[in-house]
C-alpha cells in the first residue's frame, strides 16, 4: 500500500513524489509514456519563455548556459532530477481508473504497454495528467487527413512545401519562424483581427519583420471552414470565402486537459464542466484524497498554470497529507487517554 500515487510524470508530477517523500511518505508514480512527454512534444528546438531557475524542482539547480532553456536541457534536466532522488516511475503505463475502497482508500487499474492489467493500492493519489495528449480539434470536414498535424516538432520535413498554419499563438508563431528558414510557402490563418498579447516579447519583431517581407502571408479575422487535399477553404472577417493551396496544414489551435480520471471517481467540476473543483491551498478535490496538480487544475485556458506556478503544488499536498496524518494520530491518542 503506497502513501500516494501521482498520476503523471511531468514537472509536476515529479515534484509531488520529491515533496511527498521529503516528508516520509512512500510515493510511486504512474506515467503513460516516458517522464516528462509534454516536453518531449515540444519543437524539437523550442526555447521557453521561463528562465531556468523558474523550471527547478526539488531545490536542485538547473544550470543553462542560455537566458532561456532549450527544450533539449530541460529533458536532461528533469532526467537528473529523477535520478537523483531515485524516484519510482512505472513508464508506459496508463491510468485508466480510479476506485475508492470500502476502507477510504484508493485503487488505480492501470494497462501496461503489453496489454496488462495491474492495479496499485493507495492512501491518496495525485491526478497531474497535463494536457498534451488531447490536441483542441476545429472540428471541420478534412480535419483527419494526412496533411494535418496538431503537433509541429522541426522544420526539414517542410522544407520547400505550401504551410498554411492555423493559430496565433506563440506554438504558431515559433512554427512559422521556423518554416520560413527552410523556404516553405506560409499562409497564417487567425481569428483574432491581432497577434496573441502573449506572444514572446523578442520573437514578435523578427515575425512582425518577416510578414512586412511577405515570407509569411497573414490572414487576421479568418477561419478554416474545410481543408481539402490539396487546398484549404476559409472564411475571411467580411464574410467572403477563398481557397488556399497547401501541401500541409499544421494546426496549432492548443491543448487541453482530460477530465476523465477525476470524473471516473466523482471528483466535481465547475458548472461548464471546465474544471475540478478543489482547494487551491491544499491541492484536494472534492473528494477526499484525490489531489490535482500542474495543469490539470486549470480551466480551459492551459495557460492558467505553467510549470512555474505547477511545480509548488507537490508541496502543498504533501503538507496537507501529513497535517491530516498528524490530526488523525492526536485524535487517535486523545481517545485512547479517555478510555
Not at 121 to 136: C, E, I, K, L, S
Not at 204 to 210: A, G
Not at 241 to 256: I, P, Y
Not at 293 to 306: D, H, K, P, W, Y
Request: proline residues 4%; aromatic residues 8%.
Amino acid at each position: 500500500m503506497e502513501d500516494v500515487i501521482i498520476i503523471g510524470g511531468g514537472p509536476c508530477g515529479l515534484s509531488a513524489a520529491i515533496e511527498c517523500e521529503r516528508v516520509g511518505l512512500s510515493a510511486v508514480i504512474i506515467e503513460k509514456h516516458n517522464i516528462v512527454q509534454s516536453i518531449y512534444l515540444y519543437p524539437t528546438h523550442m526555447q521557453f519563455f521561463s528562465t531556468a531557475e523558474l523550471l527547478e524542482i526539488g531545490n536542485v539547480p538547473f544550470s543553462s548556459p542560455n537566458d532561456k532553456p532549450f527544450r533539449y536541457e530541460a529533458l536532461a534536466y528533469y532526467r537528473k532530477v529523477a535520478e537523483h532522488f531515485g524516484l519510482r516511475v512505472h513508464n508506459y503505463e496508463e491510468a485508466r481508473e480510479i476506485k475508492r475502497k470500502e476502507d477510504g482508500t484508493f485503487e488505480v487499474h492501470t494497462v501496461n504497454r503489453r496489454g496488462e492489467a495491474i492495479v496499485h493500492q493507495g492512501r491518496h493519489v495525485v491526478v497531474a495528467t497535463g494536457y498534451f495528449d488531447h490536441p483542441n480539434y476545429l472540428g471541420i470536414p478534412g480535419e483527419e487527413k494526412d496533411k494535418v498535424t496538431h503537433y509541429f516538432r522541426e522544420a526539414h520535413p517542410y522544407t520547400r512545401t505550401r504551410v498554411a498554419i492555423i493559430g496565433g499563438s506563440n506554438s504558431a508563431v515559433d512554427a512559422a519562424m521556423e518554416l520560413v528558414r527552410v523556404g516553405a510557402h506560409i499562409d497564417m490563418v487567425y481569428r483574432g483581427t491581432g497577434l496573441s498579447d502573449h506572444i514572446k516579447p523578442w520573437v514578435r519583431p523578427l515575425f512582425e519583420s518577416m510578414v512586412q517581407k511577405n515570407h509569411i502571408t497573414l490572414h487576421l479575422g479568418s477561419r478554416v471552414n474545410e481543408i481539402l487535399d490539396h487546398s484549404i477553404r476559409i472564411v475571411h472577417a467580411d464574410g467572403s470565402e477563398s481557397e488556399l493551396d497547401n501541401d500541409f496544414v499544421l494546426a496549432m489551435t492548443g491543448f487541453r486537459p482530460d477530465r476523465q480520471l477525476l470524473t471516473s471517481i466523482g471528483v466535481e467540476m465547475s458548472e461548464d464542466m471546465d474544471k475540478p473543483m478543489y482547494n487551491p491551498q491544499t491541492m484536494e478535490s472534492s473528494v477526499p484524497g484525490i489531489y490535482v496538480g500542474g495543469v490539470i487544475a486549470s480551466g480551459r485556458n492551459a495557460n492558467e498554470v505553467f510549470i512555474e506556478s505547477g511545480r509548488w503544488h507537490g508541496r502543498y499536498i504533501a503538507e496537507h497529507i501529513i497535517s491530516k496524518s498528524e490530526h488523525m494520530n492526536s485524535t487517535s491518542g486523545a481517545q485512547s487517554e479517555g478510555q
